[in-house]
Structures are given as structure tokens and as C-alpha cells.
């Protein structure tokens, strides 16, 4: 039994909550106290080492509360890179870190996630992880010919075990936590105001309290059960799109949990004194988006801008935009897992949000239609429409199984694949209409 395994499952059973939400949770408050001491504290040593060093020994205590021995795997990541680059050329070297990244989690994710529903564990943490060191790697090996050099094996430990970004994000890089260390990310004596940092960690709150009750009355449970399947189809519809609203509420509030211990410390500074810089999600566009890509550029925008700078652009030399597309969202699947249900939902977001909506805007058909009702009655609809795209295709990351999602897809007569694929057609032949 781990030193805090005691203390953490007797609150996980009193509170009747899985012990890694619990470990989670109490990690995330862990760094916001933390994040305060370096706020009064830390911030005031000037020497680099000895902020490094007690920033590791922070990052340690959390690592080893959360996951107990398991947060070995997270230095071996780091040592994993550590070693390539100390021991290789760097351009081989970048990819064989790519490779041992990906593979590690991906191994990760088989040995402890192949179950019915998903479980917190060191995988978990392992996923920012793994895009710290990837993205560190290639930073490198891109770097080289401008004289870069490979950071000390306590720098790399500490940007992996960082506490404002270690748990879940959001995704920072190797530059700003060094500047950061050196205390030259910002004016460390115009910091930014508690208030800032105070105000996100109030809307993580506001969204976990939100979260918890909705997802007892919306659980995925009932999207299996007869009472379900005799709703009338608008209701199974409305139903379906409230599950996966408050569902993904869960993920807005450790974000912004995670997110004010780093305005705390000033580390979100975008260089306009501003505190946005590592904003992970736009809560009122998500909201009021009345776009599928729209809706896309809201949710887990630190990730979206990493796998733009390394994926993405990396695939420019395959000549063909949408195959680059394709290539990154595959990469975000095996990423998030081993299961099928992730690969449906990225080909989803794929399929909507960059060949759908796309190609709609061109649409003589859907122009005309969309003047022939009042713009107030429109938005409402287009409103709706996102909503209900956005819970269908959050089914196949929650449930996982093929068997499962087709079980819920079927409940609904596949109504947004059958919408994406007409509209697909009419674009195809509207768009070419208006050409001629």
C-alpha cells in the first residue's frame, strides 16, 4: 500500500467517487497551494538552481501523491529523451524520441485501460507528458543550427514535473518554463492580480458543481436502457445532446482548476501583459458557437496549437491539405488511446468540421435557405445543430466500443452522419453549380 493510499481511498468511499478522481482533485488543490507559496515565496529567490530545485521537489510530492511509484513512468519519459539526445545525433534522435514517446503511452494505455469504462491512472498525466517531450525533441532538433543546447537532466525532470501543468495541462513548452525558472518570462515584480487566478479557479468550481449532479441525472448508463429507447426521438435527441454538454463540463473545470495555479505564478503571461497565454478553452464561444469548426477552436486550444506547430506542419511535404488534416487527427487518436471509439471520434471531427462545414460555406443551396428564415429563428437552429453534432460524436469518447457507439448511433437513425453526408453531396453539387 502507497503512503497516501489509506487517507485517499477512505474520502474517495465516504464520498462514493473513484480514488483516482479523488488523488486528482486533492493534486490539482495540492498545486494551487504550491502555486500561492511560489506567488509570496519562491518568486523572491532570484538564483535559477534553487528555484529549479524546489520546483522539482514540488513537482515530486505531487507525482508521487497522485500516482504513488507509478510516476516513474513520467521520469522515464524524460529520461527516455534525455538519453537520445545525450547519446545521438539529433535529427535521428528527434525521431526515435517521437517514436519511444508515442510507443510508451501507447503500451501504457493497453496494460491499464483496456477496460468498460474509463479509470484514472498514471496514463492519465502520461498524455501531457508525452507531448512535452515530443514537442521538446523536435524544439531541438529544429533549433540546432541556431546554436540550441540540450538542457540539464534536472531542467527536463522539472519541465515534466512542473506543478501548473503537470496533472492535465495545459500544454506548455520547454522555453517558457526556462524563462520562466530564470524569472525572465515577465516583470516578476508586476505580476499578475490574485483576482485573475481566483476567478478561473472559481469557474472550474462553478463547472465541477454543475458536472456532478448533471452527469447522475444524464449518465451514460441510461443511453442503454429501455426507458430511454421508448422516449420519442426528439426527447432521445435532447437527452443525448445534455449528456455530452455536462459531460464535458468535468473537462472545464480541471482545466481551469489547473490553469489559475499558473496565473498565480504569472506563468500564463502572453507578452502583452496579459494572463491568457496557456487558456486551454473559450468558455463563452463554446457556448454561443454556431459552428462546428467554430466550436472546435474553443475546446483544448493548448493541444490544438502543439499539434498544429508539430503535426501538422510537419505533414506539409505530403503536398495535400486535408491528408495533413487526416494525419494529424489520427495522431490525436492514438494519443488519447487504444480504443476504437477514439478513432471514430476524431474521423468525426474530421468529417464535419473540415470537409462538412467547409465546403457549406461555398453551398449556393445553403446560402438561400438560411436567408429564408429570420436571423434570430436561424441562429437558434444552427445553435441547436452544433450541440447535437457536438454530444453525438462525444459518444464514441465516452463509450468506447464499436458495438456500444453503434447501439447509441442506431437509437438516433445515424441522424448526423446521414445530415454530414447529404450536405457533403450538396456541396459537391451546389459548389459546382455556382462555379459554372
Not at 511560489?38 to 513537482?59: A, C, E, M, Q, Y
Not at 508586476?190 to 468550481?205: N, Y
Not at 498544429?308 to 487518436?333: D, E, P, V
Not at 436571423?375 to 437552429?381: A, D, H, P, S, W
Request: one cysteine or more.
Amino acid at each position: 500500500m502507497g503512503l497516501f493510499e489509506g487517507p485517499v481511498n477512505y474520502v474517495a468511499a465516504t464520498l462514493e467517487l473513484p480514488s483516482g478522481a479523488v488523488r486528482m482533485l486533492s493534486g490539482l488543490f495540492f498545486c494551487q497551494i504550491f502555486s500561492l507559496l511560489h506567488r509570496v515565496l519562491i518568486s523572491k529567490i532570484k538564483n535559477p538552481d534553487t528555484r529549479l530545485l524546489i520546483h522539482l521537489f514540488l513537482g515530486i510530492f505531487v507525482s508521487y501523491f497522485v500516482w504513488d511509484v507509478s510516476c516513474i513512468h513520467h521520469i522515464a519519459s524524460a529520461l527516455g529523451l534525455y538519453l537520445l539526445f545525450f547519446t545521438l545525433p539529433w535529427g535521428l534522435a528527434a525521431k526515435l524520441n517521437f517514436v519511444y514517446q508515442l510507443g510508451y503511452i501507447t503500451v501504457g494505455y493497453y496494460l491499464n485501460n483496456m477496460v468498460e469504462d474509463y479509470t484514472i491512472n498514471w496514463t492519465t498525466t502520461m498524455a501531457p507528458v508525452t507531448l512535452k517531450m515530443i514537442g521538446l525533441g523536435f524544439d531541438l532538433n529544429d533549433n540546432k543550427e541556431n546554436g540550441a543546447k540540450l538542457p540539464g537532466i534536472f531542467k527536463v525532470f522539472g519541465h515534466v514535473l512542473f506543478i501548473g501543468t503537470y496533472l492535465v495541462g495545459p500544454m506548455d513548452d520547454f522555453k517558457r518554463f526556462e524563462a520562466f525558472i530564470n524569472g525572465s518570462l515577465f516583470d516578476e515584480g508586476k505580476g499578475p492580480d490574485l483576482k485573475v487566478g481566483l476567478k478561473r479557479m472559481a469557474l472550474g468550481l462553478l463547472f465541477l458543481a454543475i458536472s456532478v449532479p448533471s452527469i447522475s441525472i444524464f449518465s451514460t448508463d441510461t443511453l442503454f436502457t429501455d426507458w430511454y429507447l421508448e422516449l420519442p426521438l426528439v426527447l432521445r435527441i435532447a437527452y443525448i445532446s445534455a449528456w455530452g454538454h455536462f459531460n464535458l463540463y468535468r473537462y472545464m473545470a480541471v482545466w481551469c482548476i489547473a490553469e489559475s495555479s499558473c496565473i498565480y505564478m504569472g506563468y500564463t503571461y502572453n507578452g502583452e501583459d496579459r494572463w491568457d497565454g496557456l487558456r486551454n478553452f473559450a468558455t463563452r464561444s463554446f457556448h454561443t458557437s454556431l459552428t462546428v469548426q467554430g466550436l472546435i477552436d474553443t475546446w483544448n486550444i493548448r493541444t490544438s496549437l502543439w499539434c498544429s506547430k508539430h503535426i501538422y506542419k510537419r505533414c506539409k511535404f505530403l503536398g495535400n491539405k486535408r491528408l495533413s488534416q487526416l494525419l494529424t487527427m489520427l495522431f490525436l487518436a492514438v494519443w488519447h488511446g487504444v480504443h476504437v471509439g477514439y478513432f471514430v471520434f476524431f474521423f468525426q471531427e474530421f468529417l464535419y468540421g473540415m470537409v462538412m462545414e467547409k465546403g457549406a460555406s461555398r453551398n449556393v443551396l445553403l446560402q438561400r435557405l438560411n436567408r429564408v428564415f429570420p436571423r434570430g429563428v436561424t441562429v437558434v437552429l444552427r445553435w441547436s445543430f452544433i450541440k447535437v453534432f457536438m454530444s453525438f460524436t462525444f459518444v464514441s469518447f465516452e463509450v468506447f466500443y464499436l458495438n456500444k457507439i453503434l447501439y447509441v448511433y442506431g437509437s438516433v437513425y445515424f441522424i448526423c452522419p446521414i445530415v454530414a453526408l447529404i450536405v457533403i453531396i450538396s456541396n459537391y453539387q451546389f459548389a459546382e453549380r455556382k462555379e459554372e
